[in-house]
């Protein structure tokens, strides 16, 4: 096993004078007494020479007196002196303890003396009842205080001499095969220790040998040794039978296994950057869609077929634990997932960085279907707890609400103080990231607000034992739910609050770990970056004002300089209403503070905004951060405080980033154009094809040569040479079935519906929203209906059997998503029930869309639609992972497919549908466009009640009827036809079609998440990798440690 690092915990005792300090007196170790253990008997047979000492002759005698050491070697006249470590010594003093026999050793530093000390002195039969651990210069000198197992000295001159032979022996064997690694001497620092050099600081300095000693290697990952830590967590951590265990106590056991070598590397690449103090950057999302983590852990540290070995031996399947483990609910859709893959890639690329979020109690919610009417459940994905998470209860931070401020003098200067009428606590929850072919492994800390104080006894005392529970329930439901339904004022509220709750906590943590190593704040900028993942974290850019000058003194200046130079911003939108605005009453009074900063910040802005473009009022009302004219309240437009706050903002897409130069910022962008950039998103290659879809990835592996592109994806453009190839093309077909035969067993499972794996398999899932143009693919679904039922019998041989799969959720607000969701299952219900249709068309809705979904999903997917209208997509990431897969894409030029057809060839693609410049044109003479007579014959359909529930699905027809049709559905539904005969022709020609599969993953290079977040260290961020040593003897060098001893943990 390679040596772990070891934190500097004092400087060298080198005082000759100094007497002894004992750093652990304990109870006995598990010594053999009773165990007699058969296997040190085996290694006596082992070291014991043919001739018999009077030792062992004694022991075989009945009258011998008790055994009192184990294991026997006679040494002789003749044996030779022991070849290996020439620094070596053990010396056996039975004379200067009235009771125990001291035997002092001294060698050089090799990882896991310790563990090899202990574990020969118990198969000798000793109880070791005291231990000091010391080093001298490079040698480790220790000293074991042992008895017999009758408890008695040692005093036999044979058995002391076979005793030192012993364990001269098993040192010597250690030091030949150990790598050299060894336990680090302890440093220069006494980070703990008393001041001066006294035995204080000895003490401490001996601690640290003996706490370091204990654990000086990584736990090892053979096959046994992962079976004893599964073993181990069901009887010590689960409380279980080890011969008793089911399924989820398995899937909790090894979950627990892999977080332990999770945490050795964690705590070791956070004492890394610690001692190296690099610039951090820290990620702050209301969202993070992580996935399940057992097999994506078990795959970053390659550790999946020593696991999946493990457990079957111990009689347990690792496919049926994966399924054990619930998604963690704290995203959904595009913009928690892009997070997810962005921590990933960070770890990989061995950025110094962290995640922030909140830990929601029961997520988004949990979606199921009844009579095609999506209804929202709680999503209990906590109830059983959650193995990946690591509680910090002694990291928690007040976070304020309401009050009022006041203001007094302090120093000649305007001081604030802030009452609040509300006060809860934020928890750390840490979750470790690790990442690919990287010792480094990252950190998302998520937050869960508890009440400061937990009970109200006064309140329970005097019988109102409502009020005496409910601080704790208005605490704790700020970190209940994600997004809550915002169309109150208390949700409203509640979503401002949980903003904040988040923001408020990770600041003071970024700040309180900062001051740790500096002692004042001019380095600030230069040791921290602060990215908001889109508005939602806004509300951190008074609050980082707030802290800097309330809570330590900074002034205006010196506060706002540092504020504008961490701050960065990525912006997810094109659309004017999908950026967030707060009433001023309402953040006046839930942050009294912080609307008072948000004011000044606003009147220095449009100050400063005057001398550029004078009294322009139009225009300075437009950059304003409070919004306000005649008939409406006043409101805080949080994108422009993100804007006016962040040294840069970036688009996530090419043709987003100049939509929104154009259309949303176009007044920002013409004054401050130096801030604009963009960084197309990607997703981990990782993740989304290497992990899952092993047979795909196998493949490619095989045919490049190498698995390097699951680290740099550009090498799959390697597969180009390939695409045509008959061999490569029948497998690529093979595994695609294989893929497409477990979601046909999804589908079933979750809807109770059969599909013909065959069929080609049509997918669309994502957010369902007006934008994203569900309605469209069901309104052609309805129109491939009525073809096929208008065929003949003949004619309908020629037809490309299809399965239409759709999922996504409805936020619980949205009324039309949720309409379009119920057209869907009655679309579905009429096609799916007629006899005349059979295989040829089956229209099938997935509950419940999640990460685990679409891991089955994506690699069995043949065709994907990602058609929302030109110009409202900022990005997309789902299409990223379905070209990766080799599913073809059926899209309008909008976000990230312009371009994915620029990389994979537009060839290879089904394109369709008006441009985003087009789009203003046609909308504005959308009233007296007409649309084509298939549009009509579809709408006219849902209109007469051919599903059902005519007056149900009324609005969704007025709202593509006439000027109302703002999505473009009625333009852009031909040439939407179009390409789906398109799809038809391709797929009839399984060589053209499996071509343009191998080109669209070949072509996916770009799209890689470490790209994009190198884009993001190296343009926005100027953060530089920060790889923590490879542990070997030179990283165990006590220069390479840490010169602090704080807990990684805080």
């Given amino acids: 096993s390679a040596a772990r690092a070891m934190p500097v915990c004092g400087p060298r005792a080198t005082n000759k004078s100094n007497a002894p300090v004992t750093v652990a007196s304990s109870s006995s170790s598990r010594s053999a007494n009773g165990r007699a253990s058969e296997f040190a008997r085996g290694r006596a047979a082992l070291l014991t020479p043919t001739s018999t000492s009077a030792a062992a002759r004694r022991r075989t005698s009945a009258a011998a007196a008790p055994l009192r050491v184990c294991a026997v070697v006679d040494v002789g006249k003749s044996s030779p002196s022991p070849v290996g470590d020439d620094k070596l010594s053990v010396e056996v003093d039975s004379s200067s303890d009235p009771a125990l026999t001291i035997i002092a050793i001294k060698a050089s530093n090799r990882p896991g003396i310790l563990q090899i000390l202990n574990t020969t002195l118990a198969d000798l039969g000793l109880s070791v009842e005291r231990t000091v651990v010391d080093m001298e210069d490079d040698l480790v000198c220790d000293k074991f205080y042992v008895t017999d197992d009758g408890g008695a000295k040692v005093t036999d001159a044979e058995d002391i001499a076979n005793i030192k032979t012993c364990l001269m022996t098993m040192l010597n064997a250690h030091f ?82 892999v977080r332990d070598r999770l945490i050795e590397s964690w705590n070791d690449t956070q004492q890394h950057f610690r001692a190296t103090d690099p610039k951090r950057v820290y990620y702050l999302s209301m969202e993070f869609l992580m996935g399940r983590s057992l097999t994506n852990s078990l795959y970053n540290l390659e550790l999946k077929g020593t696991f999946s070995e493990a457990l079957k031996q111990l009689g347990y399947d690792m496919e049926n634990l994966v399924m054990k483990e619930r998604d963690a609910a704290l995203g959904n859709g595009g913009l928690g997932r892009l997070a997810a893959c962005f921590l990933d890639s960070m770890a990989t690329e061995d950025l110094p960085a962290w995640g922030y979020g909140i830990r929601y109690q029961y997520g988004m919610f949990r979606q199921e279907l009844h009579e095609g009417f999506q209804h929202e459940h709680p999503d209990y994905w906590l109830n059983f707890g959650n193995p990946w998470e690591i509680e910090r209860p002694n990291i928690n931070y007040n976070v304020k609400f309401y009050g009022h401020v006041t203001v007094h003098d302090m120093d000649g200067r305007q001081a604030f103080e802030w009452t609040p009428g509300e006060e809860v606590s934020a928890v750390a929850y840490d979750n470790p990231i690790p990442g690919w072919n990287t010792p480094n492994t990252i950190n998302l800390r998520l937050w869960s607000a508890k009440p400061s104080h937990e009970f109200d006894l006064d309140s329970f ?39 904040y709750f988040m923001v408020s906590a990770t600041l003071q943590d970024v700040i309180r770990r900062y001051l740790v190593s500096h002692d004042s704040f001019e380095q600030f900028p230069d040791k921290v970056a602060l990215q908001l993942n889109d508005t939602h974290p806004t509300i951190g850019v008074p609050e980082l004002m707030r802290l800097l000058m309330d809570e330590h003194g900074l002034g205006w200046s010196t506060a706002w300089d540092i504020t504008t130079h961490v701050f960065s911003f990525t912006n997810h939108t094109v659309l004017p209403e999908a950026l967030e605005k707060w009433p001023v009453e309402l953040v006046e009074a839930v942050l009294p503070r912080h609307m008072q900063i948000i004011y000044d910040i606003n009147w220095r802005f449009i100050q400063e905004l005057r001398t550029l473009v004078g009294d322009d009022y139009a225009r300075i009302g437009r950059m304003s951060i409070i919004e306000e004219g005649e008939g409406m309240g006043k409101c805080v437009r949080m994108a422009h405080l993100a804007l006016i706050a962040s040294h840069t903002v970036n ?120 934008y994203k143009r569900q309605l469209l693919n069901v309104m052609s679904i309805v129109h491939r209906y009525n073809a096929i039922k208008a065929m003949s019998v003949v004619e309908r041989q020629a037809v490309v059997p299809r399965v239409c799969i759709i999922g996504g959720k409805a936020a619980p607000g949205y009324d039309m998503a949720k309409r379009i969701i119920k057209l869907i299952s009655a679309v579905g219900d009429v096609v799916n029930a007629d006899p005349d249709i059979g295989d040829l068309l089956k229209v099938v809705f997935i509950p419940d869309y999640n990460v685990s979904s679409a891991e089955i999903i994506i690699p069995g997917s043949e065709l994907s639609q990602h058609i929302s209208t030109a110009g409202t997509e900022a990005s997309g990431t789902s299409n990223m992972k379905f070209a990766m897969n080799g599913c073809l894409i059926l899209g309008t030029m909008d976000g990230a497919n312009v371009e994915i057809a620029e990389e994979i060839g537009a060839e290879n693609m ?137 807990s990684p943990s805080t």
């Fill in 461 to 499: 005392n005097t019988g109102d034992y409502v009020q005496a529970i409910l601080s704790k329930q208005r605490a704790e439901t700020i970190s209940a739910v994600l997004y809550p339904d915002d169309r109150t004022y208390q949700g409203k509220e509640l979503r401002l609050k949980q903003q």
């Fill in 910 to 1046: 089904f394109i369709f549908g008006a441009s985003a410049a087009d789009v203003p044109r046609l909308r504005d003479v959308r009233a007296t466009f007409k649309p084509p007579a298939s549009f009509t014959a579809v709408v006219t359909q849902i209109r007469n009640g051919a599903f059902g529930w005519d007056a149900f699905f009324a609005p969704l027809m007025d709202a593509v009827t006439g000027a109302a049709d703002y999505y473009l559905l009625a333009n852009d539904f031909e040439d939407y036809l179009r390409a789906q005969a398109e799809v038809d022709a391709a797929y009839s020609d399984q060589a053209r079609w499996t071509k343009m599969s191998i080109m669209s993953t070949a072509g996916t290079g770009k799209f890689s998440s470490d790209r994009t977040i190198r884009e993001y260290a190296a343009d926005i961020w100027n953060v530089k990798p920060n790889r923590r040593p490879t542990p070997t003897s030179k990283s165990n060098s006590p220069s390479s440690s840490s010169s602090s001893t704080t």
């Fill in 176 to 257: 030949l095969k150990s790598s050299g690694g060894g336990r680090p001497s302890p440093g220069d620092s006494a980070a703990g220790a008393p001041p001066g050099s006294g035995a204080g600081q000895l003490d401490v300095r001996r601690q640290k040998d003996l706490l370091y000693s204990l654990m000086d290697n990584y736990i090892k990952n053979d096959v046994l040794s992962v079976q004893k830590s599964i073993v181990n967590h069901v009887e010590y951590t689960l409380g279980r039978s080890r011969y008793r265990f089911d399924d989820f106590e398995a899937y909790q056991a090894a979950s627990l296994s």
């Fill in 651 to 770: 688009g996530v897409a090419a043709i987003h980033s100049d939509l929104i130069k154009t259309t949303i910022f176009k007044d920002f962008y013409a004054v401050m154009p130096e801030k604009f950039q963009n960084k197309t998103n990607g997703v981990t290659q990782r993740r989304w094809l290497a992990f899952c879809n092993p047979a795909l990835s196998a493949l490619i592996t095989e045919t490049l040569g190498t698995d390097a592109w699951v680290r740099e994806l550009e090498l799959l453009r390697g597969l180009r040479a390939h695409a045509e190839d008959p061999a490569l093309q029948q497998r690529w077909r093979d595994i695609k079935l294989a893929n497409k035969q477990k979601l046909a067993e999804m589908v079933f499972e979750k809807t109770g519906i059969t599909v013909a794996p065959t069929a080609l398999f049509d997918i669309q899932v994502k957010r369902i929203h007006e």
